[in-house]
């Protein structure tokens, strides 16, 4: 570190592995990322789930007590987006005004707007929790959408489609009148009104798609653009949007649905609208097959959405994703399961970051999860039939639809992201597949990484930013428990008090890492990311010809870095490698694009990101782009600048975690070789000069970029200190111990019953034993061992040859037994028949006889209090033959 010399004792990064290939992560955590003026984690943007803060079955049949305390407050989840009720009034409640044909009586809004405020009034328990419901109001299309579709009380909107009264006025007339009387302003007044409305939700499913007639899409937005209208003549603190897509498909028929659709919706009704409203949901299970937008699709749908709306309000209007998730075709109609729920998990996810990317330009964010959804439960059905998209389930699904409601798996992404707030700090990998964000709240640092890959990752992650060693590490790891259709999703949770820089992601999975710190983290410095657009769209690629797009108005700073990103629909097998020019020069192209290939989608729609050189840019740039091959359309071009308030992608040696040296001291082969290594190796490449200092005299010095293999040391303490030539106040230093193997060593003792042998064994991590002709292999440092009557042989040798090997033979004769062994001070000796009036003698570990005795009794001591501590040997001989044999140790 600048002006200080850091010694670490006694050997640092003892590893026994260097990864060949990780994805490099770097957070600076001293760094603000401000996107378009955002620079905080809103929970209540991203962190969310779909209900109202008075629904009325939070508190009913739960196995725990206060579940809406536990989510909305323990948790700090927030919620939002009721489709229910206004629907149920509208169908059972609302009469029609008796003077007026085809338009809600407003006498009969009131009286149950008044009914509902009053309820909620009453519902004291939930008015703590206001400020987490920001409420989403959206309808059903039926009956709201006036086709002729009557409500329960028999009566149906009016479809008169003039200048006076253009198709929609009844419809909004109503929504405006029913914010107007249902709501109040918190507490004993009534739920506070919303702060968004959704004209209708998914309309053009019913009205188009799935339609045996298809309504006319002019008269469909026109409708929405008239609603939009009344509900801004009552309500102008109150956002509209629409149109709500299902299924935003631009690129279908070769982009023909983005200008049946969603091009003609914001022409016709665009001005009147607020935010753009879509849902977007992966199917990773459809018929066999996996069709993805989180990834590239998900970036091109966006961008082009945001492209249009510069070019035609010349502002881009917010987004609002109401719904977003996974579909589970193919595993519909199960009923609950977990490894479902891990579909929607994993999406969920790798989205929400995503979205994240653009916190400036996204007003809200809500995957699709209900609390409870009951109303889809068919006892006919049974438990098969309930809803996969829940917060809560019964105890006893999929069995029965029975039991206490407790959390389904869905309560793992509140888990996951628990406590995560702050500002935004800057962060980068540098792999598209792996996504990273991070955020600083006072002392605590979040890093969030979604792995979009179905393969796991290795992960280098690095802190950067004046930061003294974390107190605690809390590192959450959300993952697949298995790899089949019956694994379920589970969030790993460990705390350390010191963090290990290399992880691995499992596939689909997420991080999210919690580092506290003995202090506040200091942010001094700022990354401001800005979004450009280009003045055209949409181009039709020929082969060879140059397309021109200019992004004109860039505002740039001393330093920075920027991202050229190029919407492109192809058919599969064309091209994703266009020639781009950037004001004359040409731009390298990355080979990886963000997410899956999209091979089960009926052709590639995505963004192609492209890292550029920043002194490239300029004030006005002229982007010309040309693919080789015939085919499709260029979507957008846009280019994200972030303009940094200083050089912090500039090297420099004082923000280097600790981690960037690994470094490994691998000891001599064997005794006397001087054949020790010291391996260096960093995260971040540089000219570094290292000396190394040791036993007699050693002192080299060597210069390295990223890796360093010093050979034929000898055993010893080495000191190794790194510096860097143009930081000459930069020195680390840390002292590595080369060692040499232990001389092999064996004690063996025999049981008492002279079936067994244990070793203890020393001098190696690795052994191999021969006993009796069989050789075995073993790392243990103690094993037992069988023995056989008669005759053993053991020998043991390590995989050096140099240690040398044990040998040694035993004689296992159990007409005899000697307890206790080892001895202190008398030895016990049992005889059988057969060696009775035999002699016993015992010798010394040199052959003295040290005594010596006829046997008469088959049981008898010998006092051994005399012998020096040591091994000696009992011979029984009969008829001047040895008969029995054996040792024992006097201690």
């Excluded at 703590?128 to 989403?136: A, C, F, L, R, T």
């Amino acid at each position: 570190m600048k002006g200080t010399r850091i010694k670490i004792f006694p050997i640092l990064f003892f590893i026994s592995q260097f990864a060949l290939s990780q994805t490099t992560i770097d957070v600076n955590l001293n760094v603000k990322h401000a996107v378009g003026g955002v620079d905080t984690f809103d929970r209540h943007k991203f962190v969310n789930f779909h209900s109202t803060v008075n629904q009325n079955n939070w508190n009913t049949d739960n196995k725990f007590n206060n579940v809406i305390g536990d989510l909305l407050g323990n948790k700090d989840v927030y919620i939002g987006r009721n489709t229910g009720t206004i629907s149920w009034h509208l169908r059972n409640n609302i009469d029609e005004d008796p003077s007026r044909p085809g338009f809600a009586n407003p006498a009969s809004i009131a009286l149950y707007g008044q009914q509902n405020r009053n309820s909620y009034a009453g519902r004291t328990w939930a008015h703590q929790y206001e400020d987490k419901d920001d409420q989403i109001l959206c309808t059903q299309i039926h009956p709201f959408y006036p086709d002729g579709k009557t409500t329960n009380k028999g009566w149906s909107f009016s479809q008169t489609n003039t200048a006076s009264e253009p198709i929609g006025t009844a419809s909004g007339e109503f929504l405006a009148l029913y914010i107007k009387e249902f709501y109040g302003t918190g507490g004993v007044t009534g739920k506070p009104k919303p702060n968004f409305v959704e004209i209708t939700n998914e309309p053009l499913w019913d009205l188009v798609t799935t339609a045996d007639t298809p309504h006319d899409l002019t008269e469909v937005f026109t409708f929405h653009k008239t609603v939009a209208e009344e509900i801004h003549k009552v309500h102008n603190d109150v956002q509209v949007g629409g149109y709500c897509a299902a299924f935003p498909d631009f690129d279908k028929n070769n982009f023909q649905r983005w200008h049946d659709r969603d091009k003609h919706f914001m022409d016709i009704a665009g001005e009147e609208m607020d935010f753009w409203t879509i849902h977007l949901y992966d199917f990773p299970s459809i018929g066999g097959k996996s069709k993805y937008r989180k990834g590239s699709n998900m970036e091109a749908t966006m961008d082009m959405l945001e492209q249009y709306s510069m070019l035609k309000f010349d502002k881009v209007k917010p987004l609002m994703v109401s719904e977003y998730n996974a579909q589970t075709h193919d595993y519909n109609g199960n009923g609950h399961s977990p490894y479902t729920y891990w579909l929607k998990l994993k999406s969920s996810v790798s989205m929400m970051m995503q979205f994240m990317e653009r916190a400036d330009k996204i007003n809200y964010a809500m995957p699709f999860f209900m609390l409870k959804a009951e109303w889809q439960y068919n006892a006919g059905v049974g438990p098969t039939s309930v809803h996969g998209s829940r917060m809560m389930r019964r105890e006893n699904e999929p069995n029965s639809y029975t039991g206490d409601f407790i959390y389904t798996e869905a309560i793992l992404l509140y888990d996951l992201l628990a406590d995560v707030k702050g500002t935004r700090v800057d962060s980068f990998s540098d792999n598209l597949d792996i996504m990273v964000d991070a955020y600083v709240q006072d002392n605590k640092a979040y890093v969030l990484v979604n792995n979009l890959d179905f393969v796991s990752h290795e992960l280098n992650l690095n802190l950067f930013g004046n930061l003294s060693n974390a107190t605690n590490i809390e590192v959450r790891h959300l993952r697949l428990n298995g790899t089949s259709d019956s694994s379920p999703p589970i969030l790993d949770v460990n705390n350390y008090s010191t963090f290990n820089n290399d992880l691995t992601i499992a596939p689909e999975g997420t991080y999210v890492i919690e580092f506290t710190f003995p202090s506040n983290i200091e942010i001094d410095e700022l990354s401001e990311e800005t979004k450009y657009y280009s003045d055209a769209y949409l181009k039709q690629i020929s082969a060879n010809a140059s397309e021109i797009f200019n992004i004109n108005g860039v505002n740039l700073a001393d330093n920075g870095e920027a991202v050229l990103r190029v919407g492109v629909g192809r058919n599969h097998g064309l091209s994703l490698t266009p020639n781009i020019m950037l004001n004359g020069s040409s731009i390298a192209i990355p080979d990886n694009i963000r997410g899956d290939d999209q091979e089960d989608r009926d052709n590639f729609f995505g963004v192609l990101e492209i890292p550029i050189p920043y002194d490239l840019i300029q004030e006005n740039n002229e982007i010309e782009v040309s693919f080789s091959d015939n085919g499709g359309h260029i979507s957008t071009v846009t280019l994200q600048v972030f303009n940094f308030s200083s050089n912090i992608r500039e090297f420099d040696p004082s923000k280097l975690p600790a981690s960037n040296y690994k470094i490994k001291g691998i000891g001599a082969t064997c005794v006397g070789e001087n054949n020790g290594v010291i391996d260096i190796v960093t995260t971040f490449p540089h000219n570094y000069k290292v000396n190394v200092s040791g036993p007699n005299s050693y002192n080299e010095n060597f210069d390295f970029n990223n890796s360093l293999n010093i050979q034929d040391l000898e055993v010893g303490t080495y000191t190794v200190t790194i510096t860097i030539t143009e930081y000459p106040d930069y020195s680390i230093q840390f002292v590595i111990e080369i060692g040499e193997p232990e001389p092999l060593s064996v004690t063996s003792k025999i049981s008492d019953s002279k079936d067994s042998i244990t070793l203890n064994l020393g001098g190696s991590t690795k052994y191999y034993i021969e006993l009796n002709g069989k050789e075995i292999q073993t790392s243990a440092n103690v094993i037992r061992l069988d023995l056989k009557n008669g005759t053993n042989t053991i020998a043991v040798r390590t995989d050096k040859e140099c240690q040398g090997t044990y040998e040694e033979t035993f004689f296992i004769d159990k007409s005899f037994f000697l307890f206790p062994n080892p001895v202190r001070d008398e030895l016990n000796v049992v005889v059988s028949e057969n060696l009775m009036h035999s002699k016993m003698k015992i010798y010394s570990v040199v052959g003295n006889l040290v005594k010596k005795m006829d046997i008469t009794r088959s049981r008898f001591n010998i006092s051994v209090d005399h012998l020096k501590q040591g091994v000696y040997f009992i011979s029984f001989e009969k008829n001047e033959e040895r008969v029995g044999y054996s040792k024992f140790v006097v201690k």
